[in-house]
């Protein structure tokens, strides 16, 4: 019989249509492509924040900042609004020894938390907590504390920090699926409110030190809320620097009072308006 119309399937070489590598390492490698190329991206955004940052034009910033500041800004009580008016005051005679550029200008306010606490954030706003007024004795101390902050608001730090933040928050987005955009941004706002690097921490010590000078003629009573933070949280100091962003509490303290003068150093007392504002929170 003949073998015309019979089929056989011909030996076909093993090596055909076959794949070295497994299709489950090319997904993780392409993944880790993937992965890695954003790192990088959002790391460049991160790390030039200090660069392209500052060139935004302040009045942006102040506008967007409006935003998150509007619940701040209710109604309060005939003390608490005596007392904004002083720390106003003093903020803007600092100010006008710090040479701020055109258009900039300082607004304080002064919030409820049980951390004494004082933050720069966005559109040259200068938050200020009860509580760290209570761990002062002084208007040397307090002028202190509230140039320090303009320091940072001066030199655009809220806004190079809101950089990163916004770094950070894209990464996020990126990685998180269905993630709440208005959240992140919430979240990356409120980076500009934790602390700032090391470098920008001893230059806004130095121009606060500088403002002190030239507002009362010399930096005493500017170690006051630092001796505080000394004497309440020692253990800070023990942390080594490597692992901190901001500098020893103990260092700051140390050059701060090497500005100190020998000679005898008036401190112009708490403003009466804080000093009731001591008592009243002191007695509640």
């Known amino acids: 019989m003949s073998d015309r119309g ?4 011909p030996d076909v070489p093993h090596e055909v249509n076959v794949s070295e590598k497994t299709p489950l390492r090319d997904f993780f490698r392409l993944t880790a492509g993937v992965c890695l190329i954003t790192v990088c991206v959002v790391a460049a955004i991160f790390f030039s924040a200090r660069w392209w ?6 009045h942006y910033e102040t506008a967007f900042s409006r935003l998150f ?3 701040k800004s209710a109604v309060v009580s005939p003390a608490e609004e005596e007392s904004l008016q002083v720390l106003q005051t003093i903020a803007d005679g600092l100010a006008a020894k710090m040479e701020l550029p055109a258009g900039m200008a300082i607004r304080m306010y002064l919030i409820d ?11 040259g706003n200068v938050l200020i907590s009860r509580a760290l007024i209570e761990t002062l004795h002084s208007e040397n101390g307090l002028a202190m504390v509230i140039a320090h902050e303009i320091a940072h608001i001066k030199h655009r730090d809220p806004i ?16 998180i699926a269905g993630a709440d955009g208005g959240y992140l941004v919430s979240w990356a706002v409120g980076m500009t409110q934790m602390s700032f690097s090391r470098p920008q921490e001893d230059r806004a010590d130095k121009e606060a030190l500088a403002a002190l000078k030239a507002c009362y003629g010399h930096t005493g009573g500017a170690d006051e809320f630092f001796a505080y933070v000394m004497k309440e949280y020692p253990w800070l100091s023990g942390i080594p620097g490597v692992f901190s962003s901001h500098p020893s509490p103990q260092a700051r303290l140390d050059a701060i009072r090497a500005t100190f003068s020998s000679a005898p150093q008036n401190l112009k007392p708490l403003p009466e308006s804080l000093a009731r504002l001591k008592n009243s929170d002191n007695s509640t």
């Not at 019979?6 to 399937?9: A, F, G, I």
């Not at 940052?53 to 302040?58: C, E, L, M, Q, R």
């Not at 938390?113 to 559109?123: D, S, V, Y």
């Open 69 to 71: 500041t509007e619940e």
């Open 113 to 123: 938390t049980k951390e004494p606490n004082a933050f720069a954030t966005l559109g």
């Open 53 to 58: 940052a500052p060139a935004i034009p302040f």
């Open 6 to 9: 019979k089929y056989s399937n």
């Open 160 to 175: 190079v920090s809101l950089g990163g933040g916004v770094a950070v928050a894209l990464l996020l987005s990126a990685f």
